[in-house]
């Protein structure tokens, strides 16, 4: 079975500081997919990055980081200096047959 | 290029009542899935659609079901309402199926409370 972990249900910060969203996963398959999607208030979820499984680069856009370790089955996000813009539920999820996401991380960042 | 639309955004309603929310996807898309989010659970998938088809379905009892059509808008119903029903519910689209590398495009969602 499928399964997407994200331990820290809501975390505040002060604007500039940097924070970390964990996200662990479970799955069978030898070749699945991670995302993580980002939902503003409005409420739609837009899509951040996507990792393949044999991919095990970290990979850094701008002030967002993503650190994939297959050894613990985790895809942790960082934000560094964070934005009051930054403030969403983000989303972790794993894909096989379907995708699967977390319970979701609510950030918020405080000017 | 219009997004996901999803109608109506806001709905409220009765126990016992039902409910038809639909879904119309990016032009070209012709995978649509539905998801349940509530505070309690998360985002939890419905079910998925593609080419007419119901191609995967989550733990979700009979109470809620779904179509699409051929132009590939999707609905879904939910029957005998109950108070645990009331959550945002989320319609995204995608190019392919299956492909678990395909991003998901998602509406804003339709609100329902259920009285």
């Known amino acids: 079975a499928q399964k997407v972990t994200q331990a820290q249900t809501e975390i505040s910060v002060v604007e500039k500081e940097d924070v970390t969203l964990d996200c662990v996963y479970e799955?069978?398959?030898?070749?699945?997919?991670l995302f993580w999607y980002k939902q503003p208030p409005s409420g739609e979820l837009v899509f951040l990055i996507r990792?393949?499984?044999?991919?095990?680069q970290n990979e850094i856009s701008g002030r967002y980081s993503w650190n994939f370790q297959k050894s613990t089955s985790s895809f942790n996000f960082t934000i560094t200096a964070s934005q009051v813009v930054d403030s969403a539920v983000y989303f972790c999820?794993?894909?096989?047959?379907?995708?699967?996401f977390g319970a979701g991380t609510r950030l918020t960042v405080k000017p | 290029k219009a997004g996901v639309t999803q109608t109506p955004r806001y709905l409220i309603k009765t126990r016992g009542q039902q409910v038809t929310l639909s879904c119309s996807p990016i032009?070209?898309?012709?995978?649509v899935s539905w998801y349940q989010q509530t505070p309690g659970q998360g985002l939890q998938f419905l079910f998925e659609?593609?080419?007419?088809?119901?191609?995967n379905k989550g733990n979700f009892p009979g109470r809620f079901s779904g179509r699409q059509f051929s132009n590939s808008r999707s609905e879904m119903n939910v029957s005998t309402l109950e108070l645990g029903d009331s959550a945002l519910y989320l319609c995204?689209?995608?190019?392919?199926?299956?492909?678990?590398?395909?991003?998901?495009?998602f509406g804003e969602g339709s609100r329902l409370t259920v009285l």
């Open positions: 995204a689209s995608s190019l392919e199926f299956p492909n678990p590398a395909r991003e998901l495009f």
């Open positions: 799955t069978r398959d030898t070749t699945y997919y």
């Open positions: 990792r393949n499984s044999f991919d095990e």
């Open positions: 999820a794993l894909s096989g047959n379907d995708m699967r």
């Open positions: 032009s070209g898309h012709r995978s």
């Open positions: 659609y593609f080419s007419e088809t119901q191609r």
